[in-house]
């Protein structure tokens, strides 16, 4: 089973932050939370992941709050293309393994014009 | 540098029939794992491959084998289709032992069983 809690849906409008969140209550101390988006019937894409502190790559930014039960995905301008379902995973990382992923179901993220 | 690639894009099979399906992973990644995405569900795990061996299984029947090849591509092999065995198969690709092991996808075989 998933251990991760999302909202079904959102939207946004085009321009704006897109902030998703998710709840991760029972996350472990050697569990990172991962994210990936799945843009209709195409295979999931990576977006970002963390431990403990926050992160920032080219497309997103992590903030997982202080006692890591819950993490909030932010895309900063979002456009049309970043209308997907969002996946919030936590999972074993970093070199412990190459643990499998459990997908939950995910927020479909809409933005609107 | 080439991602994950996958073939057939698309199939059509009858039930009771065989299928095989292919992943060439990302360059550089010695891991492969499959996934199986019924229609409006998040992907489930399959298994995993590692060194031509299963090292992680999900909840499949023993209908479902596969096999990773000394170039570290893998084939997916689903024996006696069942209609329900339509969906999207997905695989992913990664480094076992490096600074990350993140999965990367590749886009998917569609599977339709009649």
């Known amino acids: 089973d998933a251990k991760t809690t999302q909202p079904t849906s959102m939207d946004c409008a085009e321009g704006r932050a897109a902030n998703l969140p998710c709840n991760h209550s029972?996350?472990?101390?050697?569990?990172?939370v991962y994210w990936y988006r799945q843009i209709h019937s195409q295979g999931p894409q990576y977006i970002i992941h963390?431990?403990?502190n926050n992160e920032t790559n080219e497309m997103a930014s992590l903030i997982i709050t202080e006692d890591r039960k819950s993490s909030t995905l932010i895309l900063p301008h979002a456009t049309l293309r970043d209308t997907a379902v969002y996946y919030c995973?936590?999972?074993?990382?970093?070199?412990?393994?190459?643990?499998?992923?459990?997908f939950g179901t995910g927020t479909r993220l809409t933005i609107i014009p | 540098d080439a991602g994950v690639t996958q073939s057939p894009t698309h199939l059509i099979k009858t039930r009771g029939q065989q299928v095989t399906l292919r992943c060439s992973p990302k360059?550089?990644?010695?891991?492969v794992s499959w996934y199986q995405q019924a229609l409006g569900q998040g992907p489930q795990f399959i298994f995993q491959?590692?060194?031509?061996?299963?090292?992680q299984r999900g909840n499949f029947p023993d209908r479902f084998s596969g096999h990773q090849f000394p170039n570290y591509s893998s084939e997916l092999n689903v024996n006696a289709l069942l209609l329900g065995d339509s969906a999207l198969y997905l695989c992913?690709?990664?480094?076992?032992?490096?600074?990350?092991?993140?999965?990367?996808f590749g886009p998917g075989t569609r599977l339709t069983v009649l």
């Open positions: 360059s550089g990644h010695d891991t």
């Open positions: 963390g431990l403990k």
């Open positions: 029972t996350i472990s101390g050697n569990e990172y």
């Open positions: 992913a690709s990664s480094l076992l032992a490096g600074p990350t092991d993140t999965q990367y």
């Open positions: 491959y590692y060194e031509e061996e299963e090292r």
């Open positions: 995973i936590v999972r074993v990382g970093g070199n412990f393994g190459n643990e499998k992923l459990t």
